[in-house]
């Protein structure tokens, strides 16, 4: 059976405190009186009530901001107050402190394998908050351990659900969508703390690395990456310019070339526009066939 958060009715405390200074003070009065008296079982009687009257002033407590008192009765919950101040109830209840402020964490950095089964490094920063009091008391032992466990057993999860990065076009990754990717996470914590009355409020990779094994040899895999959209990059450029060229030559009629010597012109503008070395050019003294 779950346990779901109610209120409690607590009585306010500066109320309670005049009533019960009132009744203390009339209790001991009487008792003092019947004592001068030597009157015996009217001297039990306010003994007795003296005594209760000191019982009541146990019950009362003080709940501070952002924090919440989950009262028990013999191992009952009864009920938890949440309102910030001086309050009274039973002083058989036996009174637990949680707090509901905002918290976070950061998971330690787990090792484990992406989409692509590769060995990476990966942390996150959970910020989660409690938001059923009854639920983080008694639906899990400890529920502050609770969040820590499930936060790093759903980040293993995530990890094996994505590639480091992507390596087709469309793709997501851990390295590049970013966005999606906390949300994705946030929402896996947050169906595995729903039963310990915690909401989770952000989630986010704050480590990502390669494991040190595999590192040198990802990190020459991106730089090829690199290079080969960037060699490809100036080649479509480059066969933007050649066949803008072309077209002026033959637009403004400033030379007729047959198609080798067009060949003969594309080789060599390829090999200016595309070389990673500055080109030594050649200057033609004669005719041009």
């Not at 003070?25 to 001068?36: M, N, R």
């Not at 009952?76 to 209840?93: C, F, H, I, T």
């Not at 030559?249 to 400033?254: D, G, T």
Request: charged residues 20%; glycine residues 4%; neutral net charge.
């Amino acid at each position: 059976m779950v346990i779901r958060e109610s209120r409690i009715r607590a009585l306010p405390g500066a109320s309670m405190l005049v009533v019960l200074f009132v009744l203390t003070v009339v209790a001991v009065w009487q008792l003092v009186s019947v004592a001068i008296a030597q009157a015996l079982w009217p001297s039990l009687a306010w003994t007795l009530a003296v005594l209760f009257v000191t019982f009541l002033w146990f019950g009362f407590f003080v709940v501070q901001p952002n924090h919440a008192k989950v009262l028990q009765l013999f191992g009952r919950y009864v009920g938890s107050a949440k309102d910030a101040g001086l309050w009274w109830a039973n002083p058989l209840y036996t009174k637990r402190q949680v707090s509901l402020r905002v918290r976070n964490f950061e998971t330690e950095k787990l090792k484990v394998n992406d989409h692509g089964s590769n060995p990476i490094v990966i942390a996150a920063v959970v910020v989660w908050q409690v938001v059923d009091t009854a639920e983080a008391m008694f639906e899990v032992d400890d529920y502050d351990n609770y969040v820590h466990v499930q936060s790093e057993a759903a980040l293993r999860g995530l990890a094996n659900q994505y590639p480091y990065d992507a390596h087709e076009e469309g793709q997501k990754a851990l390295a590049s969508h970013t966005a999606e990717v906390a949300e994705t996470l946030k929402g896996e914590i947050q169906e595995r703390l729903a039963k310990a009355g915690v909401r989770v409020l952000e989630a986010r990779i704050s480590h990502l690395a390669y494991a040190p094994e595999i590192a040198s040899a990802m990190l020459r895999r991106q730089q090829a990456g690199a290079i080969i959209a960037a060699r490809r990059k100036i080649v479509d450029g480059a066969v933007g310019m050649v066949e803008q060229a072309l077209e002026q030559l033959s637009v403004k009629q400033v030379v007729s070339l047959d198609e080798e010597r067009k060949a003969a012109m594309v080789s060599n503008l390829l090999v200016v526009l595309c070389s990673e070395q500055a080109t030594q050019p050649v200057v033609n003294a004669g005719t041009l066939y």
